[in-house]
C-alpha cells in the first residue's frame, strides 16, 4: 500500500509540474527544494527494490527536473542526461568506471588516519636503536625467544 501511494505520489507531482521548469514557473522555490531532496537520491541511488524508482525514471519531466537542477546547482555531479526508464544491461564498469580507484583510496586513507591515530596517541611509538625507556635496552626478537 505504502508503495501504492508513493507512486500516486509521484504521478500527482508530475502532473502539478507540467511542462514548467520548476513549480511556481521559472525560479525555484521551497516547494523546488523539498522535492528535489526527496526525488534526487530515489532517482539516482542504487535500491534492493527498484520499483518506485523506475516509475519516477518513467515520469520523463520529473526526471528532466531532477537533472536541470543537479546540473543548474550541481555542475561536477549532474552533466549527466536523465536516464532511461529500462537501462539496457550496463556491466558494473560502466556504471562507475572509477570504482576499484575509489575503494583503494578509500582504504589508503582509512588505513593511514588509523595509523596516525595510533602513533599521536602513543599507542605506537618508534624508536630508534639505543637505551629504552627507564634506562633499559630495547628487547629484540631474538632475546624474547631466548627467555621463553
Known amino acids: 500500500q505504502l508503495n501504492r501511494e508513493a507512486r500516486e505520489c509521484l504521478t ?38 527498484g520499483k518506485l524508482q523506475q516509475h519516477l525514471k518513467s515520469l520523463q519531466n520529473l526526471c528532466n527536473y531532477c537533472t536541470s537542477i543537479l546540473s543548474l546547482y550541481f555542475p ?12 539496457a544491461g550496463l556491466g558494473e564498469a560502466e556504471e562507475d568506471p572509477h570504482k576499484r580507484r575509489n575503494q583503494l583510496l578509500s582504504v589508503l586513507v582509512g588505513l593511514a588516519a588509523m595509523l596516525g591515530y595510533a602513533f599521536l596517541s602513543g599507542i605506537v611509538s618508534i624508536q630508534r636503536g639505543g637505551v629504552g625507556p627507564a634506562g633499559r635496552q630495547p628487547v629484540t626478537l631474538e632475546e624474547e625467544e631466548e627467555e621463553e
Open 76 to 87: 561536477w555531479d549532474g552533466g549527466e542526461s536523465c536516464p532511461s526508464p529500462h537501462p
Open 12 to 49: 500527482l507531482l508530475s502532473q502539478r509540474l507540467g511542462s514548467q521548469k520548476f513549480f511556481f514557473g521559472d525560479s525555484p522555490a521551497s516547494l523546488d527544494a523539498l522535492v528535489f531532496s526527496r526525488l534526487a537520491p530515489l532517482l539516482k541511488a542504487k535500491l534492493p527494490n
